[in-house]
Structure formats: C-alpha cells, structure tokens
T-cell receptor, first 114, second 118 residues
C-alpha cells in the first residue's frame, strides 16, 4: 500500500460519455501527477500540479481536463474521448518540489473507450 | 527532451540466478537523477532503486544494484538471487535536477518485462 488510491480501477465508456477519474493521496504530499500508460510505449506525463497549481500541461488534448481542489485530491475529467485514449491512467504524488523526492504511484485506472 | 531507452522488451531468468536489465539515456545535462521502478501484474508502480548523477558510487538496495556509467549514459539494473516475486515490468526513468518548469516529472523508458522461472 503506497498511500495513493485511484478510482475506479476499471472504466468502459463510449465516445460521447463524460466520466471522471479520481486520485487521492494520504501521504501529505504537495505535488500530484497524471501519467498515461499505453501498451509498448513509455509512460507519458500529462499534467503536473504543485500546491494545487497546474505547473505543466504536456500538450494534452482538451478532452482531458484535470482538476486539483486540494493537495490530496486530483481528478481527470473525460469527455468525447477517442478509442486511442484507451490506456492505463496512473496518478502519482511527491512530498515536495525537490528533485530527489520519490514519486509514489497509485494502482491506475484501466480505461477502455468504445 | 531527455529520452530513455530500454533495448530489452523481455528478459528471462531462472530463480536464484542473476539478471541485468539495461537502460541508456540521452541528456545534455550534468545534474540529474535516475530511477528503476517495478510494476508487478497488480500494476502498482514501486521504486526499486535510485541514483544521483553526481555520485560515482553505484547505488545498492539489498539484491538490487546498479551499474551507473555517466560518460556512457548507461544505467543498468542487476538483480541477484532472483525470486519469483521479482517478475514484473521494470522501468528506467530520468529526472532532471534543474528544470522547475517540468514539475520534476519523470521520463520513462518503454520497460522490460522480466520473467522468473522456477
């Protein structure tokens, strides 16, 4: 148990649906991240939040909309997705802004877009 | 952008034997950090070992050790006395030490799937 939880663990949605992924960390961390993990590709950074402020949007399409209401919670709102968006979405958090701080990952949400 | 290359999509090792997973990276920076992460079938990514670029001494964590060759930009992971529980995807990752705009996010390789046979 790394202290980072994600819900739901599995999600199947149609291209016209709207859904949200949730990430919660119980570690007192200040920075949170969304990564996309597709088969046979490196993990791709999507968004970074530091002290609730978005510090990076890695050229992610607008059909993905992040939200960070506080340092413990991170959401990824999904709408009008494409089949190629099917992937494992991982949330991670770190204690602070130091580069050496270990990133703790959640178990991921397996997303399938039909 | 820094790229991380893991040239071995799959590796196999017999229980109790030693295996080495390779990783190379491309960077123009002199200060950075390198990591090996393990992702078992349950999918929870966990940190195995990390190395600061300014340290010449190779990091070691129990049965896991690295061979860090800064000039060659190589960062291999050695697993000694392999156990069935070591079976997983292993990811090499790079983090810049001087890019606050990046939010200190990690650049990952594609991963190596390690199979451990009895």
């Amino acid at each position: 148990e790394t202290g980072v939880t994600q819900t739901p663990r599995h999600l199947v949605m149609g291209m016209t649906n709207k859904k949200s992924l949730k990430c919660e960390q119980h570690l007192g961390h200040n920075a949170m991240y969304w990564y996309k993990q597709s088969a046979k590709k490196p993990l791709e950074l999507m968004f970074v939040y530091n002290f609730k402020e978005q510090t990076e949007n890695n050229s992610v399409p607008s059909r993905f909309s992040p939200e960070c209401p506080n340092s413990s919670h991170l959401f990824l709102h999904l709408h009008t997705l494409q089949p190629e968006d099917s992937a494992l979405y991982l949330c991670a958090s770190t204690r602070g802004t130091g580069t050496y701080n270990e990133q703790f990952f959640g178990p991921g949400t397996r997303l399938t877009v039909l | 952008a820094q790229t991380v290359t893991q040239s071995q999509p799959e590796m196999s090792v017999q229980e109790a034997e030693t295996v080495t997973l390779s990783c190379t990276y491309d960077t123009s920076e002199s200060d950075y950090y390198l990591f090996w992460y393990k992702q078992p079938p349950s999918r929870q990514m966990i940190l195995v070992i990390r190395q600061e670029a300014y340290k010449q001494q190779n990091a070691t964590e129990n049965r896991f050790s690295v061979n860090f060759q800064k000039a060659a930009k190589s960062f291999s992971l050695k697993i000694s006395d392999s156990q069935l529980g070591d079976a997983a995807m292993y990811f090499c990752a790079y983090r810049s030490a001087r890019r606050p705009d990046s939010g200190y996010a990690l650049n990952f390789g594609k991963g190596t799937s390690l199979l451990v046979t009895p």
